[in-house]
C-alpha cells in the first residue's frame, strides 16, 4: 500500500501562509488526492481535493478563494497553498488518496501535521 506523508505545517499568524506538502512513497494510480482536516473536538471535514488526471479541484466553502491545491506528477506529490489564515484554520491536516471512483471512502491516509494560527 503507497504511504503517504505530509510536511510543511506549522505555527503562522493570523494573515500568513503555509504550503502542505504530501508525497507518496511511489507512483500510484490515484482517482483523487484529497486534504483534510480535524480541528479539536470537531469532526474530520474535507477541506479541498484533486482529480489527479483531469486537475479538476473542490474546496470547501470556508476555504474558497484561500487555499489553492495542486500536484506535481513527476514528483508524486499534492500540495495545498494556504494563504490568508484564519485562526479558524488551526487544525491536524491529514492528505489522503482514493484510488477508484467508486465508494466514497479514501484507501490511505498520511499521519497528519499540525497547522497553528495565532490570532
Known amino acids: 500500500q503507497v504511504q503517504l506523508v505530509e510536511s510543511g505545517g506549522g505555527l503562522v499568524q493570523a494573515g500568513g501562509s503555509l504550503r502542505l506538502s504530501c508525497a507518496a512513497s511511489r507512483r500510484t494510480l490515484t482517482y483523487l488526492m484529497g486534504w483534510f482536516r480535524q480541528a479539536p473536538g470537531k469532526e474530520r471535514e474535507l477541506v479541498s481535493h484533486?482529480?489527479?488526471?483531469?486537475?479538476?479541484?473542490y474546496y470547501a466553502d470556508s476555504v474558497k478563494g484561500r487555499f489553492t491545491i495542486s500536484r506535481d506528477n513527476a514528483k508524486n506529490t499534492v500540495y495545498l497553498q494556504m494563504n490568508m489564515l484564519k485562526p479558524e484554520d488551526t487544525a491536524v491536516y491529514y492528505c489522503a488518496a482514493k484510488v477508484t471512483p467508486s465508494g466514497g471512502s479514501y484507501d490511505c491516509w498520511g499521519q497528519g501535521t499540525q497547522v497553528t494560527v495565532s490570532s
Open positions: 484533486i482529480r489527479w488526471s483531469t486537475g479538476d479541484t
